[in-house]
């Protein structure tokens, strides 16, 4: 029964999925959205999708679908009006702002909000009511990408775009399964090694289906990238093949001088306090970080290592790394952003097509809706709370006076939940996310939600574990049912118009934050028309980018054309930033690269030294656990497995188990495994010779399964720059069952 092409509507939409933001094409028909295809005048994708992107419509049609609000009543939910549900919501918000101050309420949003949901979220939290308890579950996955950024260059995201594919010689992956995390680049990749003969290099923990398509896998012991970073940047010293003109002219040295630990008063700053350095300083460092030093503890080979070094060193090769969550959700995943660029920094290889570090995110918005509009506790749009002339340049447009808005962070995620948990927070309204399946050391944080006296309002499209804490659940409207604009992981953002409609109450998520925040008093600061408000929104956010040097494209340029990357100037998109052959917000006086986001112009090459894990295996708890993703399932499997062939190919979770170890402990494909760590416990089906290898002593699990909730088990502990948990790393023992 397959729709005829001749017979459909078709319109233009980013991917609802990851965050490489494909362009795709929607194919309509009698008010439904019944088939999808890539977008071939999308530079992004040019005409490919992955598997989730040609089934995404399907997860619009789940049989389960929220279609009206739903109030605890007598313990049970029940059906009610979206009036009766919006009043209860503004009603319990206020009565708590009475009652605890306005630090008692929160919101949890998401890189899956749009930039207009996202906007809404910002001037509701921190311009209306006046509290910085607004997070988003970017804080899980790109954290450490953003701090990175931001101490390097002084500005966050990418200064290349995926054109650089088309350019590189050679892609060094870190810790990035592309293949399954981000399809669509990772065929880019193979359709040049097809066309060029280029080499792609992967350095992973383990074998995956990126490492088996690569020209060579090299594999480390975890945490170890730390050091196998400063082992290459020695070798490159060493040998001879620093840039020394680019060093000169456009780089610092830096070591951080921050006391980082828990309670220290800089933890809570979001950034660090930089000692400059000289390049013998630097040198001298390096020396605990020979190749031969290193492999002694890495697992990486001096050749492996000198081969690494060799490629980024070569001045006729043009290198594109790339990483994502392996590096992000990582101790010390500010400092391993900072060795990569170190590396390119070194080699003078970044800015110019094909020579890109390239950090990618997980979510079709993480970096339009989260980094760029700034809903995490220490942001504002374009700004920083703890900068003056920021939260007077916001309230200015917000229309509320400046003292509104409160001048300190308060709680990162992690950090939101405890304090939810303590009771420090009594109301929290989640949209879009599913912290009960996504919270590391989830046991902890699901007992803090489900406490007497807190109040729980859980904004989605389909029950999951988060609705089944919440005291009122509202239904969303989901993607095209809704006008919206996406930013992905090149610095593009994609419009979308609304194509369907929602079913029964669904309202988008910024128009039910504008309903309560009418019900609140502050009606006169939103939009007034449900039809209009994401544009109106999306418009009067691009005010907060005025004078500043990342513009996005206005709602009429973007409505014509698949995308624009910021900064844009005079009409273009700017593809490589910090270049001053492609960047107009470069000044040309500073020499050929300017890296403008430094008050000096020049980025910074930091020391930072290799630091254990927060937890590793020992006697007792004797494996590494990682977790992950697979290719059919997004995230937490919440839409995916709605859709029927995604569920039929991967039905349910599983431990991947090192064939030696299976062996040893007589664990048989299927067989259950027990996984314990010091936090909890979880039961799954093995997997021995599946798509992933884990080598001798680790074992990995993919998280999309709320029937298998693995981070029962992961930890919490997280990077003291960034806030970002690390998922990759705890100490586990496996039984058989
Ligand atoms: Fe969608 Fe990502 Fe697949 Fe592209 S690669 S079709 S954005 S899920």
Known sequence: NAPKDADLKWKKAPCRFCGVGCGVLIGLQKGKAVAVKGDPKSSVNKGLCCVKGYHSVLAIYGKDRLTKPLVK????????????????????????????????????????????????????????????????NARLCMASAVTGFMTSFGIDEPMGCYEDIDHADVFILWGNNMAEMHPVLFSRLLDQRMKRKVKIIDFATRTTRTSMAADRSIIFEPQTDLAVANAICYEIIDKGWVNKEFVKKHISFSKGKTKMGYGTEDFYKFKEHEEKIDFNAYKEFLK?????????????????????????????????SFWCMGMNQHTRGTWINNLVYNIHLLTGKISTPGNSPFSLTGQPSACGTVREVGTLTHKLPHGVVTNKEHREFAAKIWKVPVENIPA????HTVEMFRALDRGDIKFMWIQVTNPMVTMPNLNRYREGCEKTGRFIVVSDIYPTPTTDVADVILPSAMWIEREGLFGNSERRTQYFEKMIDAPGEAISDSWQIIEVARRMGYGDLFPKNEATHAAELYEEYRLHQAGKKHGMAPLEVLKNQPGAMWPFVDGKSTKWRFNTAYDPACDNSKGRFHFYGKKDGKAVIWQRPYEPAAESPDKEYNYWLCTGRVIEHWHTGSMTRRIDVLHQAVPHSYVEVNPDDAKRLNIREGDKVKITSKRGTMTLPASVNGRGVPVKGQVFVPFFDEGYLINDVTLDAFDPISKQPDYKKCAVKIEKV
């Open 73 to 136: 009543k007598n313990g049970k939910m029940v059906e009610t009006s979206m009036k009766e549900a919006l009043d209860l919501i503004a009603s319990k918000m206020q009565q708590t702002i009475k009652d605890h101050g306005k630090d008692a309420v929160s919101m949890y949003g998401s890189g899956q909000w749009t930039i207009p949901d996202g906007y809404a979220a910002s001037k509701f939290m921190k311009g209306a009511i006046g509290t910085n308890n607004l997070e988003a």
């Open 288 to 320: 605990e970080y020979t190749p031969e030093k290193v492999a002694r503890y890495s697992g990486v080979s001096v050749k492996d290592i000198r081969l690494m070094a060799n490629i980024y060193g070569d001045p006729n090769q043009k290198v594109m």
């Open 408 to 411: 300190k962070p308060t709680y």
